[in-house]
């Protein structure tokens, strides 16, 4: 059952389980940031800007990370040396930062200890996320990359529709235990995978002559706009969906309303990979792109009450077929000795949308069509990354 030519469904799920882990780890993170900092002094600016540093930093960390990865893979034949290093650093710096409660004291020098252990810890994040992503290669043939990864959408999409309501059980925890249970649950979680990995054969020597650099820098050009344009056509999408959904439903709770999208994202990922398995993942993305472009500016422009519910059920099966694609789009762009570059790519480029989404958009109020519209050229401007990666690659 959980074994075939196509699917290796038990190391998948393991891999599920790191990506959750890590998921935890940055929501407890998050949690009691602002908590830890504020009584040292910090003005309640501080943890943002700490954020924004960390993501800044990732941007060029994690492509590198991934790129060391691949070298490792074709130096010792696997990644979980590099993995397994990230995970330790991780781990210990992650039960560090509660401790740096008894060194720093409001306004003293020490103070900038738990700042530095944060940041330190952030860095090590990224020194195994793309490197193990990148072993999901080894557990699905491509055309079925969209099936394997819809499991990872899944468990990302229901713990971040899940996230804002579990900040209080987490303060409640204390950050002892907090922290220690983040950090033990990702120790586990990367053991239980290592023991489902399959055994990796000798890889070749990567044939770097066939990929000229100009063809693979425009592969991560591709990568990289795929995945900021997935997350700022997603956060307009959002502002679109909550400023609609007013219109029928004046006392709606948005924030029910969020968990529900997010939430039905992340089931929808499930047949949006068996889709993307059968149609092609390209095609599958085309399509989503198109329909999502076509709700959202329906939405935004000529917003109806009758059929504000048919265009949210529309618009979530469409942009799970363009948010499910995503990964598989990687393996696709860059040929199979730069996945892990590949990742890392995706993953920074996820990180720099995040950090430039308030400087470039501001932090005022945007009316629903212009909403609308930024959301449909983000999409656009995914569709197109696609569109030319298939016709580069048909040449």
């Keep these: 059952m959980w074994r075939n030519r196509l699917v290796l469904w038990r190391p998948v799920l393991g891999l599920a389980a790191v990506q959750a882990s890590i998921i935890l780890s940055w929501v407890i993170y998050r949690a009691y940031l602002p908590q830890l900092l504020t009584p040292l002094g910090f003005p309640e600016s501080f943890p943002a800007r700490l954020l924004l540093i960390e993501s800044l930093l ?3 960390m994690e492509p590198m990370m991934g790129g060391l990865s691949d070298r490792a893979k074709y130096a010792i034949g696997t990644r979980f040396p590099l993995i397994s290093l990230g995970v330790i650093l991780s781990s210990a710096s992650f039960l560090l930062i509660p401790a740096t409660l008894f060194v720093g004291t409001p306004g003293g020098a020490l103070r900038w200890v738990l700042p530095c252990v944060a940041v330190a810890w952030a860095l090590a994040m990224t020194v195994f996320r793309a490197p193990v992503m990148a072993l999901v290669m080894h557990y699905a043939a491509v055309p079925e990359l969209p099936r ?29 235990i907090a922290f220690a249970a983040g950090s033990l649950v990702m120790l586990v979680a990367v053991k239980v995978l290592r023991s489902r990995h399959p055994p990796e054969p000798p890889a070749p020597p990567p044939a770097e002559a066939i990929v000229p650099l100009p063809s693979l820098l425009l592969g991560l050009g591709a990568i990289s706009g795929v995945s900021m344009g997935v997350h700022w056509g997603l956060r307009f999408l959002s502002g ?44 599958a993305i085309l399509v989503g792109v198109a329909v999502t472009v076509y709700l959202v500016l329906l939405m935004g422009f000529v917003p109806q009450p009758g059929g504000i519910v048919a265009a949210i059920v529309g618009i979530v099966a469409a942009f799970s077929l363009v948010n499910n694609g995503a990964i598989p789009f990687i393996f696709g762009a860059v040929p199979p000795h730069r996945i892990g570059l590949g990742m890392g790519t995706y993953f920074g480029s996820l990180g720099a949308a995040a950090s430039l989404f308030e400087p470039l ?35």
């Design 240 to 283: 679109v969906l909550s400023e609609a959904i007013v219109i029928p439903y004046p006392d709606a709770n948005l924030k029910i309303v969020t968990f529900l999208f997010g939430l039905a994202v992340a089931v929808g990922s499930v047949p949006a990979g068996i889709v993307a398995a059968k149609w092609g993942n390209s095609r």
């Design 361 to 395: 958009f501001g932090t005022q109020a945007i009316d629903l069509a212009d909403r609308a519209t930024y959301s449909a050229i983000a999409f656009l401007a995914v569709g197109l990354c696609v569109a030319l990666t298939e016709v580069r690659r048909r040449r």
């Design 148 to 176: 394997a990864i819809s499991v990872l959408v899944l468990v990302a999409g229901t713990m971040g529709a899940i996230a804002p309501f579990s900040t209080q059980f987490l303060l409640s925890l204390g950050p002892w």
């Design 58 to 60: 990732g941007i060029a």
